[in-house]
């Protein structure tokens, strides 16, 4: 694999019982807290932040960290507030790729190609939502996009199955649905998919996370640059956009963002940034996508 792809958990200390008498302040404190750990389990949005009675930062899991992309959205979610547990290849390497001595940043060992009981152990049950920002190493082998872009994200989706996590993002690409677009012969379809169809990869594993009943954002983004961001966020309901490019660092705002705004539950985004687009608010271009 190579890297590119909530349920918050109730304790119940707070009602232990103990040989001595609590305070009413106390008591009040911990029930206070109690609600707003149920208050958030029901609620429509991930806060990154802090609140009131609430000690821990909520954690995401991040599939594919070291990657061009994967470190950014890393990055960006713990500027945000998050606490993040990066899952990752090669542990090594990614302690000098990611940023250092962050204790909110954990790093841990995840291949997305072993399987989905592996990978619930790397997501663990500490983990509010998974991202989903993996990408198969170019290679001879024809099958290593259908191992990571398809199967792996299948074991992603398994894996927060099994533990219970309700969100799930997933970075994909334009033209993953290029044949139904009509463009069968655009030069991009084309040359991604001789690459052992990796489109076709991706959007097969797009339909199975739409089939599994998870809250998603599908995040489609058009070609990715590693330079600054030039032109504003451009998002478009899914088969629209055929071509166009976006920085890596919007892709990964676009995908924190997500996390924040319920505008982005169950729907699949299509982004590429314009020099002559109005700047818009997230919720205004969530809100703009219908779900489907």
């Not at 992309?69 to 302690?95: N, P, W």
């Not at 790093?107 to 983990?127: H, Q, W, Y």
């Not at 990571?148 to 927060?160: H, I, Q, R, S």
């Amino acid at each position: 694999m190579a890297t590119a792809t909530g349920l918050f958990f109730l304790t119940t200390s707070a009602f232990s019982v103990t040989s001595k008498r609590p305070s009413v302040s106390l008591l009040v404190n911990k029930v206070h807290s109690f609600r707003l750990r149920a208050a958030n389990i029901e609620g429509s949005e991930i806060e990154g932040k802090e609140e009131v009675g609430i000690s821990e930062k909520k954690k995401i899991f991040v599939a594919g960290a070291t990657g061009n992309t994967g470190k950014r959205i890393v990055e960006q979610l713990l500027a945000k507030g998050f606490a993040v547990k990066a899952g990752v290849l090669d542990v090594d390497k990614a302690k000098s790729t990611l940023p250092g001595q962050n204790p909110d940043l954990q790093i841990v060992k995840a291949d997305v190609t072993e399987g989905s009981a592996r990978l619930a152990d790397a997501i663990g049950n500490d983990s509010d939502a998974v991202i989903c920002a993996t990408g198969f190493r170019r290679s001879l082998d024809f099958l290593a996009p259908w191992k990571v872009d398809n199967f792996g994200t299948v074991n992603l989706v398994e894996a927060c199955r099994t533990l219970g996590v309700k969100r799930f993002l997933l970075v994909s690409s334009i033209l993953v649905n290029g044949a139904a677009m009509g463009q069968l012969f655009n030069p991009a379809y084309v040359f991604l998919n001789v690459l052992g169809l990796t489109l076709i990869a991706k959007l097969q594993a797009e339909q199975y996370i739409r089939r599994s009943g998870i809250n998603y954002t599908i995040i489609r983004p058009g070609g990715l640059k590693n330079d600054p961001p030039q032109g504003n966020i451009v998002m478009e309901q899914e088969d629209t956009l055929y071509e166009g490019s976006i920085s890596r660092d919007q892709v990964a705002e676009v995908a924190v963002e997500a996390l924040l705004h319920p505008e982005s539950h169950y729907k699949v985004l299509e982004i590429v940034a314009r020099t002559e687009a109005h700047k818009r608010s997230f919720k205004e271009l969530f809100g703009s996508i219908k779900q489907q």
